[in-house]
């Protein structure tokens, strides 16, 4: 049996074009280079090396998000979202839907991410009023007010998109926000 399994190992070696050697418990090994547990580790290493900085580019190119808050951000945001707001109550109340005048009255939330450029990013709905037609209307006044204008310098230098959280109220005929 010995011998067989010397036969069997070089032609082993032979197909394989590796070589082999046993350990002190019989087992076969290849010793191909590069196939050894160091250089295996090696390799794995390096693959998730770039792989995190595949992660860190990638994360690195995204749009960088200031979520306003009028009591933590800083002034140069909160003069840009004073206008924001006036500019969108100021095209609220020269549309306001006919079909709410005096009939539907609510409050809903809305997250409005606004762009450096001054475009709309996205809306989101964050508690709608209960309402389909009054959170339709606030869609609706809000995509009628864009463009906003751009953002400062100081602006830009911290921030690629601006998320602003508002209340809307509609009342009468009136609309207004609110934190």
Same mark, same amino acid.
């Given at each position: 049996?010995?011998?067989?399994? &010397?036969?069997?190992?070089?032609?082993?070696?032979?197909?394989?074009?590796?070589?082999?050697?046993?350990?002190?418990?019989? +087992?076969?090994?290849?010793?191909?280079?590069?196939?050894?547990?160091?250089?295996?580790? %090696?390799?794995?290493?390096?693959? #998730?090396?770039?792989?995190?900085?595949?992660?860190? &580019?990638?994360?690195?190119?995204?749009?960088? &998000?200031?979520?306003?808050?009028?009591?933590?951000?800083?002034? *140069?945001? *909160?003069?840009?979202?004073? *206008?924001?707001?006036?500019?969108? +109550?100021? @095209?609220?109340? *020269?549309?306001?839907?006919?079909? #709410? &005048?005096?009939?539907?009255?609510?409050?809903?939330?809305?997250? %409005?991410? !606004?762009? %450096?450029?001054?475009?709309?990013?996205? @809306?989101?709905?964050?508690?709608?009023?209960? /309402?389909? !037609?009054?959170?339709?209307?606030?869609?609706?006044?809000?995509? =009628?007010?864009?463009?906003?204008?751009?953002?400062? /310098? +100081? =602006?830009?230098?911290?921030?690629?998109?601006? %998320?602003?959280?508002?209340?809307? !109220?509609?009342?009468?005929?009136?609309?207004?926000? +609110?934190?």
């Amino acid at each position: 049996s010995q011998e067989r399994l &010397k036969e069997l190992e070089a032609l082993q070696r032979n197909l394989a074009g590796a070589e082999l050697r046993t350990t002190p418990q019989n +087992e076969l090994l290849d010793t191909r280079p590069g196939n050894d547990p160091k250089s295996q580790r %090696a390799l794995e290493i390096k693959r #998730l090396q770039a792989q995190i900085a595949d992660n860190i &580019k990638s994360y690195n190119e995204r749009p960088r &998000k200031h979520f306003f808050s009028p009591r933590t951000s800083p002034y *140069a945001f *909160a003069i840009y979202e004073e *206008a924001w707001r006036a500019k969108v +109550e100021q @095209v609220g109340n *020269a549309n306001y839907p006919d079909e #709410l &005048k005096g009939r539907i009255y609510g409050k809903l939330r809305l997250t %409005a991410y !606004v762009r %450096a450029d001054g475009t709309l990013e996205d @809306v989101e709905v964050d508690r709608s009023s209960g /309402s389909a !037609v009054l959170d339709r209307a606030a869609l609706r006044i809000l995509r =009628m007010s864009t463009p906003f204008p751009p953002f400062p /310098s +100081e =602006m830009r230098q911290k921030a690629d998109i601006l %998320a602003i959280t508002r209340t809307w !109220v509609f009342s009468r005929d009136t609309i207004s926000t +609110e934190y």
